[in-house]
């Protein structure tokens, strides 16, 4: 974590300091440090939350984690340009020096971070027996199929336990299951992905100005993330996370189907502010529930590459299929498009209810 964030602070202020009128080159390289290293932060932040917490605590660590998120994101995007507009009224210019300030103030935020990290103790983690064996039996196979040379074969051995064991713990555990749960993690955020990709456009074509959907998105949509949030830790510590898994995607189904008599009635304010505060509530808590869940699956022993694994493999069939809301679209209108995409929730649904019946509720948590 620390490194991940000392790499972004030092990559903002290198942007900071480079004017893409005259330093394009610098600024694209800068950038690409930045999108790196906050990746790589985002890894690291998960495995010490999966970690530092007990599994009857990770729907309290998901909640905070989702509304610091949020908060985040508002100050990088929002926040950001407040400030370039606070040193620099006249919006008709380009004027450099009021970009330096914003990129220097968001690299001097990251001293919350790095403040914390230094602060903060390392999760004590006792290894299971399982993986224990699991790794020994590995290591001494390795070295019985070894033709490398000495010096190397340490190399193999920690490329083994910390990219190839993680996959191979997973599939031990959960064994045919394990297609069960990559087939519900692939498709649980499904219905919002999708429908995401054409949100804007939609917006547009129903006469709504930027300004009103900025306004009701940025100000009602996140108070309204932020609640979900919270309310969906809350219910998961009273009712588990399965069913709240199973709510937070029923909810996100149901709001689509807002969109659909949205799109029949048209340009109407009232009813645009209910849909995207229903929606974003419902996705606060089909987040929350989520995140506990991928959280509940990992082993602690492999959380950064499990949990990567999953946040992955999570948006990688939605986007795909996203790529084709505009088609859809096309051919059945918004209406129809917004009921197809509700109706993908239904085998989401299902998915959930094999999972609670047929897969235990965590892997190997041993930690404090």
């Known amino acids: 974590m620390l490194f991940a964030q000392l790499s972004v602070f030092f990559a903002l202020v290198g942007m900071a300091f480079s004017d893409p009128q005259y330093n394009l080159f610098n600024l694209i390289v800068f950038a690409l440090i930045v999108a790196f290293a906050s990746a790589t932060q985002d890894i690291a932040i998960d495995a010490y939350r999966i970690e530092t917490a007990r599994e009857d605590h990770q729907a309290a660590m998901a909640a905070t984690y989702m509304a610091g998120y949020r908060i985040a994101m508002i100050l990088a995007t929002a926040g950001l340009l407040g400030i370039a507009a606070w040193f620099d009224p006249n919006e008709e210019t380009y004027e450099y020096s009021a970009w330096l300030a914003s990129y220097l103030i968001m690299a001097g935020f990251m001293f919350v971070g790095i403040i914390t990290t230094i602060l903060v103790r390392e999760p004590e983690i006792r290894i299971s027996h399982e993986t224990k064996a699991q790794e020994a039996q590995a290591a001494t196979y390795l070295k019985r199929i070894a033709i490398l040379p000495n010096f190397l074969q340490s190399s193999v051995e920690w490329f083994y336990k910390a990219f190839i064991s993680p996959f191979f713990d997973f599939l031990i555990r959960y064994r045919w299951r394990a297609v069960l749960i990559l087939l519900l993690i692939s498709t649980y955020r499904i ?129 795909f299929l996203g790529g084709f809301s505009g088609v859809m679209v096309d051919s059945t209108g918004y209406s129809y498009f917004f009921m197809i995409t509700a109706a993908m929730g239904i085998p989401v649904l299902i998915l959930i209810v094999l999972a609670n019946r047929w897969i235990p509720s965590s892997g190997y948590r041993t930690s404090n």
């Open 191 to 319: 219905s919002d992905i999708v429908l995401g990709v054409i949100a804007n456009v939609f917006y547009v074509d129903m006469g709504f100005t930027k300004v009103e959907v900025a306004a009701i998105s940025k100000v009602f949509g996140v108070i309204m993330t932020l609640l979900g949030a919270g309310l969906g830790g809350l219910m998961m510590i009273r009712h588990g996370v399965m069913k709240v898994l199973f709510l937070g995607g029923l909810l996100s189904a149901l709001t689509n189907l807002l969109f659909s008599l949205l799109a029949i009635i048209g340009h109407n304010i009232s009813l645009l502010t209910l849909v995207i505060c229903l929606d974003n509530l419902s996705g606060g808590i089909a987040s929350a529930a989520f995140i506990a869940y991928l959280s509940s699956l990992t082993n602690v022993s492999y959380s950064a590459t499990q949990y990567a694994l999953f946040s992955s493999v999570m948006v990688l069939f939605p986007k």
